[in-house]
């Protein structure tokens, strides 16, 4: 006589082997973090993922190069700064210069000298011009202040296009912020893992399983009954 149990304590063990590969991998989903650990999991998804951290990677790039730019803008604005007021002390010597008292002065001139070697050397940085002053003679007070209200005004202009320059970037940076931190929140949405679901699904998957088990050894119990009664 053949006796048949075999059929369904196989259909228990292969209810209880997909219930704990289940159970896997939700304890991987709570454990990483992520919803999609590979693309057996939501190949659609990882690769929309993947694109998304790739927009991510672009706009911080794109924010550090901004930053970097800022950077750079605050050296040369730092640099026009130091010219100004090299400019600012020469036009108080252009007006003593026209006072008679000091008409012939050697300070004078060895000082306008000195500043204007000093801009100069900064000047071939901040403005890619390292004669950006020269002839200034203390002995010609009004073509001495024409000189230095054109370097002025040269370096005002400058210092406001930089500025302007400036602030863009600053607009670029909080634009390129903006988009990372919402196309973070959309990958978040699509491959990280929703807890509370995940602990809802660990849960209802905990108690299949105690039932699958609880029903393999009862069949298995009664397959060993019926072989004992048989016998």
């Known amino acids: 006589m053949a006796i048949s149990f075999n059929a369904s304590s ?30 057996a999991d939501d190949a659609a998804g990882l690769l929309i993922a993947n694109r998304l951290s790739s927009t991510i990677s672009e706009s911080d790039q794109r924010a550090i190069n901004a930053r970097d730019q800022q950077s750079l803008n605050n050296i040369q604005s730092g640099q026009l700064s130091a010219i ?9 010597l252009s007006v003593k210069a026209g006072n008679p008292l000091y008409a012939g002065s050697k300070a004078i001139q060895q000082e306008l000298n000195n500043l204007t070697e000093s801009t100069n050397a900064i000047a071939g940085e901040a403005l890619g011009n390292s004669n ?16 230095i209200n054109t370097a002025s005004s040269t370096v005002n202009d400058k210092a406001t296009t930089l500025g302007a320059d400036t602030n863009a970037l600053q607009s670029q940076i909080n634009t390129y912020q903006v988009s990372s931190i919402n196309t973070a929140a959309a990958r978040s949405r699509i491959a990280d893992t929703d807890y509370a679901s995940a602990v809802s699904d660990q849960a209802s998957n905990s108690v299949q399983s105690q039932i699958a088990v609880q029903v393999q050894r009862s069949r298995q119990q009664q397959a060993g009954l019926l072989v004992d009664t048989l016998v």
Do not use: C, H, V, Y
């Open 132 to 147: 950006f002053l020269s002839g200034l003679d203390a002995s010609d007070p009004a073509a001495l202040q024409a000189a």
């Open 84 to 92: 100004s007021d090299n400019l600012q002390r020469m036009n108080e």
């Open 10 to 39: 196989s259909s228990s063990t292969s209810l209880l082997d997909r219930l704990q590969e289940q159970q896997e991998k939700q304890n991987e989903k709570l454990a990483s973090g992520k919803r999609i650990n590979s693309a």
